[in-house]
């Protein structure tokens, strides 16, 4: 089966631009949740989303905002990009919610803020 | 605050070696997985543990579950350079939906 697939791979954006991110779950898969990983923070949780709704959130700005739709399809969006948002942004889906079952990772988008 | 940390930080070790990389934590997790991540990938998963005490083999990996579920290890016998990568635990906080990475350990195996 298909995996979980993340559009764009690679981003470069201005400060001050907004950018909107996508992330393709597994079929069948209803959890989605996206990070970002940066060398200096490592993988720090944005989101997670289950039958469209959002169950939790991690300590991010309001800049950071996302969902998800009836097909699980999930988006995120950054607004007012800063320097500081350059990462590798990963989504993961899994059945339920991570944790629960096993979680697969999409290969993630590289977003460079300029 | 991290809640989940990770040591050692980096790891270079020659093929062969044995290494083990913990995971410690102050909090109680429902269950706990251990991920290896390769450059340009997402992180993919290795093994889940969900028992306190637990013990898990996969092939040369051995995932062990603190008792308290606070905390995990994983042993790799025999290294090789095909094991080279990043290294995350992580887990969801008893009780939330709050799922959490670990700092990352960076392991380098020589051949």
């Not at chain 2, 062969?16 to 993919?44: H, M």
């Not at chain 2, 013990?55 to 094991?83: C, E, M, N, Y």
Request: aromatic share 12%; proline share 4%.
């Amino acid at each position: 089966k298909a995996g979980v697939t993340q559009t764009p791979r690679y981003l470069i954006k201005t400060r001050g631009q907004q950018v909107t991110l996508s992330c393709s779950p597994i079929s069948g898969h209803r959890s989605v949740s996206w990070y970002q990983q940066t060398p200096g923070q490592g993988l720090q949780f944005l989101f997670e989303y289950f039958s469209e709704t959002q169950r939790n959130k991690g300590n991010f700005p309001g800049r950071f905002s996302g969902r998800q739709f009836s097909n699980s399809r999930s988006e995120m969006n950054v607004s007012t990009l800063e320097l500081g948002d350059s990462a590798l942004y990963l989504c993961a889906s899994s059945f339920s919610a991570l944790g629960d079952t096993e979680a697969f990772f999409g290969q993630g988008t590289r977003l460079t803020v300029v | 605050t991290q809640l989940l940390e990770q040591s050692p930080q980096f790891l270079s070790i020659q093929e062969g070696e044995n290494l083990t990389v913990y995971c410690n934590s102050s909090s109680v997790f429902s269950s706990l997985q251990w991920y290896r991540q390769e450059p340009g990938e997402g992180p993919v998963l290795l093994v889940t543990v969900v028992t306190g005490g637990e013990v898990k083999k996969l092939k040369r990996l051995t995932f062990q579950f603190g008792d308290a579920r606070k905390d995990s290890s994983l042993h790799i016998t025999a290294a090789q350079p095909g094991d080279t990568g990043l290294y995350l635990c992580a887990g969801e906080l008893s009780g939330t939906y709050k799922y959490i990475f670990g700092t990352g350990t960076r392991l380098k195996v020589l051949a």
